[in-house]
Nanobody, 123 residues
Framework: VQLQASGGGLVQAGGSLRLSCAAS????????MGWFRQAPGKEREFVAA????????TYADSVKGRFTISRDNTKKMVYLQMNSLKAEDTALYYC?????????????????WGQGTLVTVSS
């Protein structure tokens, strides 16, 4: 599966953004999906994951209660709604796909990656 992330931009602290990830290829609907981010000088870290149906989600503690991951299998899309953004959310955000049906917080379990979309939060 090929992935294309979009929706990043510059936003003030406290604002909102919605990231989108468009998938192409077959069997998208059977894959767990995730969002990761990488800030300058830091390692890539887990943000959120969703299972194949959208019924199960997991979040990093740092974004819990502020971010929401969702998916639309009919459109082959995954979304990350980000509210109450903070300066520390500034990063390049990546969407990723697993071979299996469940989401995971482990970066190594993802086999396909999008190109990243930049989110900058000004304080």
């Amino acid at each position: 599966v090929q992935l294309q992330a979009s929706g990043g931009g510059l936003v003030q602290a406290g604002g909102s953004l919605r990231l989108s990830c468009a998938a192409s290829g077959r069997v998208f609907g059977s894959r767990g999906m995730g969002w990761f981010r990488q800030a300058p000088g830091k390692e890539r870290e887990f943000v959120a994951a969703v299972n194949w149906s959208g019924g199960e989600t997991t979040y990093a503690d740092s974004v819990k209660g502020r971010f929401t991951i969702s998916r639309d299998n009919t459109k082959k899309m995954v979304y990350l709604q980000m509210n109450s953004l903070k300066a520390e959310d500034t990063a390049l955000y990546y969407c990723a796909a697993r071979d299996g049906p469940y989401g995971s917080s482990r970066l190594v379990e993802y086999v396909s990656w999008g190109q990243g979309t930049l989110v900058t939060v000004s304080s």
